[in-house]
C-alpha cells in the first residue's frame, strides 16, 4: 500500500482552535492563505484548515505520522486511518459518483463528470490523493491528479461538456440551472451504466429535488439507486468526478483564451464583468455568447438588458 501523502477531515470550530494550539509549539510556520482560517507547515508537512466546514487538509510525506500521532489522539480523540472500511464501508462499495464544474462560473461551459469505483478502486484513489477539486488550488495539480485517476485499473468514468452556445440554448429549453443539471446527470449515469450495467447506486452533491434526477433518467437508469446529499465530494467516486470535471472545465478555458487572446477569469466578480465588458466592445455580442452563460445576472449588466427571470 502507497505512503499516505493527503489527508481531509472536518473539524468542529473548537477542535480547529485546539489543533492551531498543538501545532504552534511543533515547528510549524504559520502563513495567510485563501479560504484558510490559519496554514502552518514545515519539512515534509502542510497543514491547511479551511473557513468552510472547517476542515483540515494534511499533505507531505509526513501526513501518516501526523494524523495518527497528533490529529487523532489529540483533536478527534479517535482512530480511523487506516480503517475506512469499517467506519464508512459505502464508499468501498461499487457505485457511481457525479459532480460537476463551472455551474457558478459566468465564463466557459458546464462540465458534468462520472466515476465508477470498487473497493480496489476507492483505495488506489485514495492513495493517489484524490479529493474534492474545490480544495486543489493549482490547475496543474488538477490535471496530474486527473490522470492518476483515468490509469486506476478498474475504473470507469464519463465526462460531459456542455459548452456556453449549447448551454444557453438548452437553459432557455429547460427553463431552469436544476432541470439542466438533472439532465446532464442523468446522461453522465446512463453512459456508465453501459460499461457498468450492474452497478447498483449512484451519488452526487445535493442539488435539487432528487425526483427531477429521477424523472430525467431513461429506462437504463430506472432501476438504479440514487442518492444526493451535502458534502458528498468526501466519497472517493464524487471526488473522481469532481476532478475530472474541473480538468476538462479549466481546458475548455484556456483552449478560448488562446483563441479569443484575452483571459476569462473564473467565477462572477467585478474582474469577471470587467472582461466581458472588454471582450464586448472587441468581439461584440455575440462572442460574448459563445463564451459565457446568458441567464447569470452579469450578462444583463454588462448588456445593460433586464435580466433573465
Same mark, same amino acid.
Given at each position: 500500500?502507497? $505512503?499516505?501523502?493527503?489527508?481531509?477531515?472536518?473539524?468542529?470550530?473548537?477542535?480547529?482552535?485546539?489543533?492551531? &494550539?498543538?501545532?504552534?509549539?511543533? &515547528?510549524?510556520?504559520? =502563513?495567510?492563505?485563501?479560504?484558510?482560517?490559519?496554514?502552518?507547515?514545515?519539512?515534509?508537512?502542510?497543514?491547511?484548515?479551511?473557513?468552510?466546514?472547517?476542515?483540515?487538509?494534511?499533505?507531505?510525506? !509526513?501526513?501518516?505520522?501526523?494524523?495518527?500521532?497528533?490529529?487523532?489522539?489529540?483533536?478527534?480523540?479517535? @482512530?480511523?486511518?487506516?480503517? =475506512?472500511?469499517?467506519?464508512?464501508?459505502?464508499?468501498?462499495?461499487? !457505485?457511481?459518483?457525479?459532480?460537476?464544474?463551472?455551474?457558478?462560473?459566468?465564463?466557459?461551459?458546464?462540465?458534468?463528470?462520472?466515476?465508477?469505483?470498487?473497493?480496489?478502486?476507492?483505495?488506489?484513489?485514495?492513495?493517489?490523493?484524490?479529493?474534492?477539486?474545490?480544495?486543489?488550488?493549482?490547475?496543474?495539480?488538477?490535471?496530474?491528479?486527473?490522470?492518476?485517476?483515468?490509469?486506476?485499473?478498474?475504473?470507469?468514468?464519463?465526462?460531459?461538456?456542455? &459548452?456556453?452556445?449549447?448551454?444557453?440554448?438548452?437553459?432557455?429549453?429547460?427553463?431552469?440551472?436544476?432541470?439542466?443539471? @438533472?439532465?446532464?446527470?442523468?446522461?453522465?449515469?446512463?453512459?456508465?451504466?453501459?460499461?457498468?450495467?450492474?452497478?447498483?447506486?449512484?451519488?452526487?452533491?445535493?442539488?435539487?429535488?432528487?425526483?427531477?434526477?429521477?424523472?430525467?433518467?431513461?429506462?437504463?437508469?430506472?432501476?438504479?439507486?440514487?442518492?444526493?446529499?451535502?458534502?458528498?465530494?468526501?466519497?472517493?467516486?464524487?471526488?473522481? @468526478?469532481?476532478?475530472?470535471?474541473?480538468?476538462?472545465?479549466?481546458?475548455?478555458?484556456?483552449?478560448?483564451?488562446?483563441?479569443?487572446?484575452?483571459?476569462?477569469?473564473?467565477?462572477?466578480?467585478?474582474?469577471?464583468?470587467?472582461?466581458?465588458?472588454?471582450?464586448?466592445?472587441? !468581439?461584440?455580442?455575440?462572442?460574448?455568447?459563445?463564451?459565457?452563460?446568458? !441567464?447569470?445576472?452579469?450578462? $444583463?449588466?454588462?448588456?445593460?438588458?433586464?435580466?433573465? =427571470?
Amino acid at each position: 500500500m502507497p $505512503a499516505i501523502t493527503t489527508y481531509t477531515k472536518p473539524l468542529t470550530t473548537e477542535q480547529a482552535k485546539k489543533l492551531r &494550539g498543538e501545532i504552534s509549539d511543533r &515547528g510549524f510556520t504559520f =502563513e495567510t492563505k485563501q479560504y484558510c482560517l490559519y496554514a502552518a507547515s514545515k519539512p515534509g508537512l502542510n497543514v491547511l484548515v479551511y473557513e468552510k466546514g472547517p476542515k483540515v487538509l494534511v499533505q507531505g510525506k !509526513h501526513t501518516e505520522d501526523f494524523v495518527l500521532n497528533t490529529l487523532e489522539p489529540l483533536i478527534l480523540g479517535k @482512530a480511523e486511518m487506516g480503517y =475506512e472500511e469499517v467506519v464508512n464501508p459505502d464508499m468501498f462499495t461499487a !457505485h457511481i459518483g457525479v459532480d460537476e464544474s463551472g455551474k457558478g462560473d459566468f465564463f466557459g461551459p458546464l462540465v458534468i463528470a462520472g466515476a465508477y469505483v470498487d473497493a480496489n478502486v476507492a483505495r488506489a484513489l485514495q492513495a493517489a490523493g484524490v479529493m474534492d477539486s474545490k480544495r486543489i488550488g493549482s490547475d496543474a495539480r488538477i490535471q496530474s491528479i486527473a490522470r492518476s485517476i483515468r490509469a486506476t485499473p478498474g475504473i470507469a468514468f464519463e465526462v460531459i461538456a456542455i &459548452g456556453p452556445e449549447k448551454y444557453n440554448q438548452m437553459y432557455a429549453s429547460f427553463g431552469n440551472l436544476n432541470r439542466l443539471l @438533472a439532465w446532464g446527470h442523468a446522461k453522465v449515469i446512463e453512459q456508465l451504466l453501459i460499461q457498468r450495467p450492474d452497478c447498483p447506486r449512484a451519488l452526487s452533491d445535493q442539488f435539487a429535488n432528487p425526483a427531477i434526477l429521477q424523472r430525467a433518467l431513461q429506462e437504463r437508469g430506472k432501476s438504479i439507486i440514487l442518492e444526493q446529499r451535502t458534502k458528498a465530494e468526501s466519497d472517493p467516486a464524487v471526488a473522481a @468526478a469532481s476532478i475530472l470535471a474541473r480538468e476538462k472545465f479549466v481546458s475548455w478555458l484556456t483552449e478560448a483564451e488562446t483563441r479569443l487572446g484575452c483571459r476569462l477569469p473564473k467565477g462572477a466578480s467585478a474582474e469577471v464583468k470587467a472582461c466581458a465588458r472588454e471582450l464586448v466592445t472587441r !468581439h461584440g455580442e455575440a462572442t460574448l455568447r459563445t463564451v459565457a452563460k446568458a !441567464h447569470f445576472k452579469t450578462y $444583463a449588466e454588462v448588456m445593460g438588458i433586464a435580466p433573465l =427571470e
